[in-house]
């Protein structure tokens, strides 16, 4: 498991020495961000990140090696995240060591979230939920939203698709606020 573009380009990440956490592929998160950067309007460098359910870090690492402006990672156990990102000497992150369902109230708004929540769990829809209870997000934020791909992902009723891809067992939902 690599970091796939910009100033880490090729860095391997620690990886987990047991299944609890399941990074995406490398392939996948070089698609998402493929599709992420063509919905843009602006660089990257614009834009505050939130990786949920972070395990490595690897989606929040690949936005700041492209130049993040800022990337928060959320997880019950930070411990290969802050590895990683020690490892690739990134300082504009910062972390909420837990729950993902269980979300402070936002300090910063985020423009683009990421959810990789274990598969079949039903653990995606309370952590939009807290999103939106916790102003998380934006007029215009981004949620992605990886899932198995024959997992149902319920919605809260201030969200809809945009799109979704499937990649191997993973299908990728983007999310926006209904206008």
Not at 99 to 113: N, Q, T, V
Request: positive net charge.
């Amino acid at each position: 498991m690599r970091i796939i573009a910009g100033s880490c380009r090729g860095k391997k990440l620690f990886t987990p020495t047991d299944n609890r956490v399941r990074p995406t592929a490398d392939r996948a998160r070089e698609a998402v961000f493929s599709i992420l950067i063509s919905k843009l309007d602006e660089p990257l460098s614009n834009y505050r990140f939130m990786d949920i359910f972070s395990g490595t870090g690897a989606f929040g690492l690949e936005a700041c090696s492209r130049g993040a402006k800022q990337v928060t990672f959320v997880d019950i156990n930070l411990n290969l995240t802050k590895k990683n990102v020690a490892a690739c000497g990134f300082k504009n992150v910062d972390y909420i060591n837990k729950d993902a369902r269980l979300l402070p109230h936002a300090r910063e708004k985020a423009d683009i979230i990421f959810m990789d929540a274990p598969y079949n769990l039903g653990l995606s829809t309370p952590v939009l939920e807290a999103l939106i209870k916790q102003n998380w997000l934006k007029e215009d934020s981004l949620i992605i939203v990886e899932t198995a791909n024959d997992e149902e992902l319920i919605l809260p009723k201030e969200l809809e698709i945009i799109d979704e891809r499937i990649y191997g067992a993973a299908r990728f939902s983007f999310l926006v606020l209904k206008k």
